[in-house]
């Protein structure tokens, strides 16, 4: 848990929660409907980098008019514009270095990777950016100072979304050697809905940790 | 007995366990072909000169196969090794022929000019397409088996029923010139003999020049029947160039000439056969089953006109079908294991009283007669067919002897032919499907007792603590280990001496395994609540990155269940890699996964050695080796003929690059000081290794003209063999002296702590020993005393390896030894900084021998290597040899080391691991936070004093990587079992299970080597202390 961070609300997360696994199911769902999923690699699919941020906003917007009018003690997360672009570029670069060096290719399939490294930020870096602001987001990616996994706060639920959002993205890797010659084999299809289905995972098991009994002791324990 | 040589025990026994029993499901699963020694012979020869002998001919048909007719024609046989059919084409049309297209238009040029001599087949080869498998293919009619193919270096004479064998009998001469293969095969046949040397692959000449200087003086004489001549050339340039290369198109011209003169110089009453064994690959390669390695060649022309064909052309024949053609044109009986149909339509046509088809109805009886005689030896010797498909082949053929009397003009008899053929094709079908006949009761064993050893042993060393541990490991379980392998050494003699069992060793390695088995599950009952407990423990302490390392573990053993993860496991090996460095990476606390205490200068420090890991591994993607399966085209299938400058300038900076750095940092240890013959030879061996080694490189890149002028005769292998020498020498001396520390005397001190680079060690427990200060004795090299042998192997190692590997390939192998000793630095940090006492460092976290395993996996990859035969390097095999073959083993050694090396120095380094935080605290300090509790100041010395911890440890994590290992063996046996019937199980399941198989013994030999090498350190490090000790106090 970070530093003057107080644990908010169960509703909170829970709404929280329930929003993203609906919109997130249904953003895919429409996706596949619609025949534009699998063009995920594509840079004609920049609308969905769009929609992610916009789903982002909408939830801290929400959390801070329903959270942050009642209690005033959370403090203002800090905003500093540069430093923000410049830690989504240095998240860009790294998202693209990292598949490269996993064995994608160094340029051939440039629009493929960064697509795949635009929607990986999107879905950890900018997600930081907007929930936590500049500073904490640094101090969480870069582990400098260490969140308790079993608590209820903002940077908890950010932090797992992180995670998740990267562990899927780097298990559905494992369908792209099979031969069975399918469209969504392709890089970066499968690591680009790994990392959204992560996302959504993440976001399922926080608010699963508050409903179950031991999320329920924590959350009382932190918000006597 | 102290308790390390218990340890060596257990892992000898443990070697012994997994060896025998991987060979006994490998005896059940690998199958050869039952030969059996029976021949066909001709009771009586028919000359159907005198009309009256032929006349009743079509009435001789029940003993066809025993009735011998004269010889049509004399024959000339020309083998074209890896003649390809496309080589054969002629098409007028190409502007631009590539090297090997219309380079032999003699042969449409027969075609058009008289069609009715000439025939062009397309020439299936049976896989695998091996120069040896497919003559005994063309000789013997037989299908080869898969464990045939792993012969080809050793020939030995074929005691099947052959037709060259059938020549020999019957009177008639045969000469032969050529490929070397046949005279191991065929000894003392033919009638004059001129064998060539066939082992080198770089020499497209010799060969096809001895052929041609022999040839056409042979076709003069009078006294042959079949005149049989190998050529090499087009194979070997295949190897060497591909057939992409004007060297290709050279060697074609020089057939197109052969056969145009052969054709000219031939008489009435002969006829020439020009034949390719096999095809070869885009790259030149042959072994497997692809189309383009099956697609041979047959061409035919006959002075005398052949036998009238609607489908004169693009017909395609089996290469089996050739024996029973030749033997019906030279009038020998068929060869008794055949299993090929007559091509009538290239029988020459004899002027006789009888109308052709009778003839031609004749041998093609006498052919489905023998088919049909041997299904019904074989299957009565063995239980290999189906009982129905038995009865269905002898009623087809009662049915056939039946139709057979009804065929009376030409045009039932085409109707005949069609049938007959159609059942020589179903006999062939049902021989090729159930030909491996797996046997299920050794595989099942086998599997049974590699995996419970596997799981009992992985209880023992993983379930028990450190004391109860050693408690276990006492005289009598290890007495009675070995004694029950003895006991089921005499029990199985017993058992064969009275006959109740056929075979030895599998009986002996089920009787022993099953013991064995028996001792390791009473220690498991024994102390069941011991393991059950801590078991237990290490599933509630078990954190993340634990579980990352058993996914990985789990997939890495699950993939080999797939044949599309098998053909990309280079990649998935690679994706592995790149994901452990991530967690070790994540270790450090980014993204929150870890709370750590490391400053963050260091952090940047270990996000740069990581990203430079990366790098390097990424880098080697450039040298992976592409599958024929793959449909790729790699780095190598381009440069194999022409190296450019930027290769050779690579492969020359990380030679020295590497010597450099492995140089720098023994000096920088200390370790590089005194005149021992082990410190003396690896300060100045390398730089000539590589010398040689280079050298080696240029002088065989030149032509042999331009070689002969700048270096004379001498041969450019005395290079590789110093390259050798020094490898032996040194890493014998190293064994002999581990010990690469230098004592200096008292009054020395001032002299020499002046030069810089030295980083004198102080033995500090033999100072606190030692009261008067000024007799000090300081030994350099001290602190690093037990990684600097390992250091110096493993660069004799890798020198050896590079030479091996080739130019080409040689900066991937530098490039990942790097990544080893980069992740032995980043691993030591973490696991220091989580360290609560010195014995914590002895336990190896399993991530980190994960790493090793997947390196070891992954090594063979980025070394230009692939699992299957074809891509097996055989050119190591001429480094320093120069293709004589007069000791097979040397070459065979040569082969194995460049395959297998990553095994090989893996399995050797693994110690390591286990050294590596005592080595990187003291010699990159910078990197470490000062600690209590954990005093690592005086370097590896503090490892003596913990010995019997390190010893244990290092046992347990040899115990432990080889289960990594012998697991993946199990799911390649597993997997090849379930996949028996797969249709790629010749192609990827049995050569990744043989691959497997082979990498597992060389782990074992190694991981075993390694630990003597720990052993013997310690000792002489214990000697060296206590004589310390003696000496100054």
Redesign the interface.
Known sequence: MGPNELPIPRHLIIANGVFTVVAFTLLLLILKLLGVLYAIGKFTSIYLIIILVTFELIKAIARRHLFESKRNSTPKTSTNSFDSILLIAVSLLVFY??P????APLFADFEETLMFSTVLTTLTTVQCLIHLGYKQSVK?????N??D?HSVSVSSVV?RN??CT?FGA?SA??VI???WNRAWQAWPIPCCIGALVGHVIGNFTSTALVLNRRGKLLYKKHSV | MSKQWYYVLFLLWFTFTAVTQILLFTNGFLLTRVTLKLNSSCDQQLKCDSEPQCENLLNKLDDATTTCLAPRSKVVLLIIDAFRYDFALYNASLSDPLPYQNKLPIISEMINSEPQNTRLYQFIADPPTTTMQRLKGLTTGSLPTFVDAGSNFATHEIDEDNIIDQIHKHGYNAVFMGDDTWDGLYPNRFIRNFPYPSFDVWDLDTVDNGVISNLFDEIQKDDWHLIIGHFLGVDHCGHRYGPYHNEMSRKLSEMNTVIRNVINSLDKESMLFVIGDHGMTATGDHGGESDNEITSTMFVYSKQQLTDSKNLNNYTIKQVDFVPTLSTILGVPIPFSNLGATVLDVLPVVKSVIPNWHKSLFALWANAQQLTAYIKTYANNTRTFNKQDLDNVFEDFEKLKVMMQSVTDEILFAGFVKNVNDYIKNVRNMCEKVWIQFDAYSMARGLLLFSHSIIFIYLLVNGLGDEKFDQCLNKFVIGSLYGLTLVGAIASFILLYFNIVSDFYNTFYFISGLCNLGVLIFLCVQNFQEISLSLNESNKTRKWNDIVSRILLT?SALMLF????I??EA??M??FL??LI?TFLLE?????????NVK?SV?RKIVILG?AI??L??FS?YFWKCREEQGCKDYFASKVSNVNRIEWILAFICLVIFIVATKIWLRSCGNLNGFSSTVVLARYSPPLIILCTIGFWVVHKLPRDTRIKIIGRWSPDTMAWIVYGFTFFGILSTIIKPLCIYRLKPNQLEVDMRSDNLIPQLAKHVMSAQPKKDDVPLVFGLATVYSAAFTVVAVYLILLWCLLLGDLVMPSCIALVFVLALVLVISSVRRYEQADCVESLFEVPSSLILFWFVMSIYLFYGTAHQPTFTNIAWDAAFVGTGGTLNYKLIPAALVLINTFGSYLITGITLPLLMIAPFSTHVMLPSLFNKKKGVNLARGELVIYDYDQAFLRGAFKMSCKYIMCHALRVFSSMLSSTIHCRHLMVWNIFAPKLIFEAIAMFITLVSVVLGYLLIIRINNKVDHLIKQLNKQYS
């Open positions: 270095v990292v490269v060096l996993f064995g969480i990616l870069l582990g400098l260490t969140v996994a932090l992180v995670q990267v780097w890797a494992v050697p099979l031969d | 997939f797939s044949n599309s993860f053909l990309e990649k998935v690679l994706f790149c994901s991530v450090f606390g980014f993204l929150n996964m870890d709370k750590v963050s952090k990203l990366g790098v591994i990424r993607m």
